[in-house]
C-alpha cells in the first residue's frame, strides 16, 4: 500500500532576493507573478493560482515539493500510509493553506532530508494566464507543473525505497551519468513518475546539493518560445548551466540555466509522454543524443 500522487502540483522556494525572483519569473521563464502578504511571490504559468511559492528567507534553496492528490479520498489514505510506515507529518495549518491556495496540506520528509508536502482541493480566481512577454503557454493540466529533480546524496538507496514503496512513484528509466567521463565514478540518476504521462515528475540523484534541488523543469509549447527563452536569459545576465540539447531519455528540447534560488531551471519543449502499459524501462549511459554540455556550469 502507498500513496496515490497524481502530479507534481508547485514548488516553494527561498530567496534572500525577492526582487530578482520577480525579474527572473517574468522576464526571463515569461511567468505572471503576484505578491504574498509575507513579502514573496506567487509565480503563476497557467490557470492555477500558482505553480511556485517563492518566499523571503535567509537562505537560496528548495524548501518543498509539492505534490497533488485527486481528493480529499486519496488524500486521507495517503495520511494513513504514512502512519502505517511509521512516518512523522505535520498538517497545514489555515496559513499555509492559503498561501499554496489548497484546502489541505500535510508536510513530511524523506530519509535524505527533503521536504514534501502532498495537497488537495485547489483554489484559484481563474484569472487568464497572459505572459508579461508573451510566452503563449506550458505543458501542466494533468501532467503537473513540470518536474524536480531532488539530491538524495549518501541516502540514496534508502530514499529511494521510501520515495517508491511509501510515496508510491514508479520507475521510467535509469541513468548512469559519468560527469568526469567514461573512467571516472558513476552517478546515478533514478526517473520516476505518478499518476499520469509526463515521463518523469521526479527524478532523484546520488549527490548533495547545497540548494536543495538538482534542477526543477519548465515545459513551453513549441520550440521557437526556447530560442526566446536562451535569449531573454543572455538579455538578463541570467547563468547559462547547460547548453542547447535533446536527451536521450524523456526526448526534451532544453537548455539549463541557474534561478535565484541557487539550484537550475530546465528550460524545455516536445516531453516525451509514455504508454506505461508498454513503456520499458531503459538504462542510460549517455545523458543527451546531442548538445547539453553541463561544464558550462562549472565555469
Known amino acids: 500500500m502507498s500513496m496515490d500522487i497524481r502530479a507534481l502540483a508547485y514548488l516553494v522556494a527561498e530567496t534572500t532576493d525577492v526582487a530578482a525572483w520577480k525579474t527572473y519569473a ?20 497557467d490557470e492555477r493560482q500558482q505553480r511556485m511559492v517563492i518566499r523571503p528567507g535567509a537562505a537560496n534553496r528548495l524548501q518543498a515539493s509539492g505534490w497533488e492528490t485527486v481528493g480529499k479520498t486519496e488524500f486521507e489514505a495517503a495520511k494513513a500510509v504514512l502512519q502505517k510506515h511509521g512516518v512523522a507529518f505535520t498538517e497545514g495549518s489555515k496559513a499555509d493553506c492559503q498561501l499554496r491556495w489548497v484546502t489541505e496540506m500535510i508536510t513530511f520528509q524523506d530519509p535524505a532530508g527533503n521536504t514534501h508536502e502532498l495537497v488537495w482541493g485547489f483554489k484559484s480566481d481563474f484569472i487568464r494566464f497572459n505572459s508579461p512577454v508573451g510566452v503563449q ?4 493540466g494533468d501532467q503537473g507543473m513540470g518536474h524536480v529533480v531532488l539530491p538524495l546524496g549518501a541516502k540514496f538507496a534508502e530514499g529511494k525505497q521510501f520515495l517508491q514503496e511509501v ?15 567514461p573512467e571516472g565514478p558513476v552517478l546515478p540518476i533514478h526517473f520516476m513518475h505518478c499518476k499520469n504521462r509526463r515521463h518523469h515528475s521526479l527524478a532523484i ?10 534542477h526543477m523543469m519548465f515545459e513551453v509549447l513549441d520550440m521557437p518560445e526556447v530560442g526566446r527563452g536562451l535569449d531573454r536569459m543572455a538579455a538578463h545576465g541570467v547563468k547559462l548551466m547547460a547548453t542547447l540539447g535533446q536527451h536521450t531519455n524523456d526526448h526534451m ?11 537550475a531551471l530546465e528550460y524545455g519543449y516536445n516531453g516525451y509522454t509514455p504508454d506505461w502499459s508498454e513503456h520499458a524501462v531503459h538504462e542510460f549511459t549517455k545523458v543527451s543524443l546531442w548538445g547539453h554540455d553541463f561544464s558550462v556550469g562549472f565555469q
Open 26 to 45: 517574468e522576464q526571463v521563464v515569461g511567468a505572471m507573478t503576484e505578491p504574498t502578504a509575507e513579502g514573496g511571490l506567487l509565480v503563476k504559468i
Open 137 to 140: 503557454g506550458f505543458v501542466t
Open 167 to 181: 510515496m508510491g512513484f514508479e520507475m521510467s528509466d535509469i541513468m548512469n551519468f559519468m560527469p568526469g567521463g
Open 205 to 214: 540523484a546520488a549527490m548533495p546539493d547545497p540548494s536543495g534541488c538538482v
Open 253 to 263: 528540447i532544453s537548455f539549463y540555466m541557474k534561478t535565484p534560488s541557487g539550484f
